[in-house]
């Protein structure tokens, strides 16, 4: 049979390398974390950029295409006017 102490030392044993794996696990397992994340940092850092870069664009695009709809009114306007001297001067014929 095998003595108490031997039996106790046996599982102190085995609980000490499961701990130790355990601990090693844990380790590595945050060790990738922390260069996963830096690695998904990394990548999501240009097209945080490019996000706020097409976002300035399509406010200028938005500002742009105000500024051409009041063009085009002023335009019309003008042509509105010529068509009415035009028929002024053709009723005067």
């Not at 108490?4 to 599982?11: N, R, Y």
């Not at 922390?34 to 300035?56: E, F, H, V």
């Not at 500024?67 to 306007?77: F, T």
């Amino acid at each position: 049979m095998v003595e108490i102490g031997t039996w106790l030392s046996l599982v102190a044993t085995a609980f000490g390398i499961i701990g130790a794996m355990a601990g090693a696990i844990s380790w590595l397992s945050k060790k990738s974390e922390d260069r996963m994340g830096r690695a998904i940092k990394d990548a999501l850092t240009p097209l945080t950029n490019q996000i706020s870069n097409l976002n300035n664009n399509l406010n200028e695009s938005k500002e742009d295409r105000k500024n051409i709809h009041l063009e085009l009114e002023e335009h019309d306007d003008c042509i509105k006017d010529h068509d009415k001297r035009i028929t002024v001067l053709e009723k005067y014929r």
